[in-house]
């Protein structure tokens, strides 16, 4: 006789129906939503204080203006994701990953500029009484748009189980684990859908105008002309930026322009190069031409740290060698050698410099890994500020003149074109910084062509094969030592090379000016940090991470001895969130991020 058992069914848990982070139904919240985002855009047409005192004039009606325009572009893009996620019909291309999450971002967005801007005009003014109808309006739609997208529903996620026997404060981390999780889920976007085939000349539209707002988001955060509006710039930009992510507009563009890489490549300079024609003055073409001078070295750096993987905090110190080579050679009168090349020769003699001291300083420790040869790049990036500041002729032979460096640098005259004069090109006056930058804009375009080249190469994949795994790349044959050294001198000769530049420019070359770390780049610890911001790896990456390294704290002076403590809170914050950088390498993200889909395709260096 045989006893058949049968397990007792095990009652499946209920179904989870969606809900937001608050309790309102979620077709009040939708409706919330799109009726703050409208009352938002209003309100920016209304005086928001009586008085001019606070900056940007915020009194007039009709007329958005200073921090009135960043709250009118966050409304605007509040409204037009909370109407598409009602089907309107012509809206369902702004969201191909989903409405909600970029909804939430974009109030976030308007709500976080608008009530910092109602709370400085109540700080600086002494008191809420100074707002006028607009503030108190812009305060409330803000709000009731912010409220309502908290209110759509999301999948929330299951909390772990929790042991019995563990302490309060466990339980209690616990909790919490599980309501940043919860955080995250409903801010989350699903997975955009992959753009069609189209016309080639509209997908060439398409990255000309990415390429456009890329070049006017700039334009308008380098010229902020108080700190109030840079704040509000930054918290738009951010916030807008996630929003569109979520949306799926960045991953669609992202599509379009691999399939157009070249096109891309060339019309980010293109863009870049339109940019001194966008100012009134030189006065922002200054930053213009050290932010290219930054991210030119960072993007050297980038071989040997994202390609080669070779830790080096002692970059900037090729930097130095090649200003002070390039000094020493282009007439100054501080030289101790008394002759004038021309700049092509200037270069070659600034690169060359660099690379040498590459091969030197690379030849007896690139047989170290890891900490080990950090600390040795550290400690030659020292000596070399040390020694240059010793050549003075008292403690050394006279060649560099000391701490006094070599100054009174000429300006460069190529072909008859003075960079140090005034030039009308197209109606336009170009001025010396101006006439820099476009000079150091194709400096970037030759190391940029150098990182493509190398990076698609038979050393470029020795290179990410060293950086993924340098002993079963040994046992691949792949001749460890002479790839490192390869990529220590090519990152040490264009570093070289945008030396050259930046001697000219700043007219004198210091030893204080290439410290490891310091409060104004670039030095070594803002170069490493601008690499691994922006993405190692990519290209993109170091000119982004570098621009934004510079401008954020040249904008941030008004803090004074708190500058880089915010600065310093901001990068962790953008590490914890974000730690594959801004334009992630695809395996670095895949890396951070498990649950993400696998690309069809990589590149050789894994972008």
């Avoid at 070359?509 to 911001?533: C, D, K, M, R």
Wanted: charged share 10%; aromatic share 10%.
């Amino acid at each position: 006789m045989t006893t058949q058992t049968t397990a007792p069914e095990t009652p499946s848990a209920p179904a989870t129906t969606p809900s937001g982070l608050i309790g309102i139904p979620p077709q009040i919240g939708r409706a919330l939503a799109t009726g703050g985002g409208i009352l938002t855009v209003i309100s920016t047409f209304l005086a928001w204080t009586w008085t001019s005192a606070f900056p940007g004039d915020l009194t007039v009606y009709g007329y958005p203006g200073g921090l009135q325009v960043l709250v009118l572009i966050g409304g605007a893009l509040t409204t037009l994701f909370a109407l598409a996620s009602y089907g309107v019909k012509g809206l369902g291309w702004l969201v191909p990953a989903g409405a909600d999450g970029a909804l939430k971002f974009a109030a976030l967005a308007s709500f976080a500029t608008a009530w910092y801007t109602v709370i400085a005009i109540s700080s600086n003014l002494g008191g809420a009484v100074n707002l006028e109808p607009g503030g108190y309006l812009v305060a409330l739609g803000s709000l009731v748009a912010f409220l309502g997208a908290l209110a759509l529903p999301f999948e929330h996620p299951e909390a772990d189980p929790i042991d019995p026997d563990d302490t309060a404060w466990e339980h209690s981390k616990h909790q919490a684990a599980h309501r940043w999780a919860t955080v995250k889920a409903a801010f989350a976007g699903g997975k955009p859908r992959p753009v069609g085939t189209l016309p080639s000349y509209v997908e060439i539209l398409i990255i000309v105008a990415v390429l456009a707002l890329g070049l006017v988001v700039f334009t308008y955060g380098i010229g902020t002309e108080y700190d109030e509006l840079f704040i509000g710039f930054l918290i738009t930009a951010g916030f807008g930026f996630a929003a569109l992510n979520k949306s799926g507009l960045i991953a669609q563009a992202s599509q379009i322009t691999a399939r157009h890489q070249n096109i891309t490549v060339c019309g980010a300079f293109v863009a870049a190069a339109a940019f001194p024609f966008t100012q009134t003055d030189d006065q922002y073409a200054t930053l213009g031409v050290y932010i290219l001078v930054f991210a030119t070295v960072a993007l050297g750096l980038n071989i040997v740290v994202g390609l080669a993987g070779l830790l080096d905090l002692g970059y900037v110190a090729f930097l130095g060698v090649g200003a002070y080579a390039a000094a020493m050679v282009s007439g100054s009168p501080s030289s101790p050698f008394h002759v004038h090349f021309p700049f092509w020769a200037a270069a070659l003699v600034g690169a060359a410099a660099s690379l040498v001291f590459g091969v030197l300083i690379g030849a007896p420790t690139l047989r170290l890994r890891g900490d080990y040869l950090a600390i040795v790049t550290l400690g030659f990036g020292e000596i070399f500020r040390i020694t240059a500041n010793n050549l003075d002729g008292t403690s050394g032979p006279d060649i560099t003149n000391g701490s006094n460096g070599i100054s009174s640098i000429p300006n460069l005259d190529i072909l008859g074109f003075d960079f140090g004069a005034i030039h009308n090109i197209l109606g336009f006056e170009i001025g010396r910084f101006a006439n820099y930058f476009f000079l150091m804009l194709v400096i970037t375009a030759v190391v940029v062509l150098v990182f493509r080249r190398s990076g698609d190469s038979r050393i470029g994949r020795a290179w990410v094969a060293i950086r993924e795994d340098e002993t079963a790349a040994l046992a691949m044959g792949i001749n460890g030592f002479r790839v490192k050294l390869i990529a220590f001198a090519v990152g040490a000769s264009l570093a070289g090379l945008a030396g050259t530049v930046q001697a000219h420019v700043t007219y004198t070359v210091t030893p204080e000016q290439y410290l490891f770390a310091g409060p104004i780049p670039p030095n070594s610890a803002f170069l490493l940090a601008a690499v691994v911001l922006g993405g190692m790896g990519t290209i993109g990456g170091p000119l982004i991470g570098a621009s934004l390294l510079f401008l954020i704290p040249n904008k941030l002076q008004f803090l004074g001895d708190y500058q880089l403590f915010a600065f310093g809170i901001a990068l962790i914050l953008l590490m914890r969130f974000r730690p594959e950088g801004l334009i992630p390498n695809r395996r670095r993200q895949l890396e951070f991020h498990e649950d993400a889909e696998a690309p069809t395709v990589l590149t050789k260096a894994g972008a």
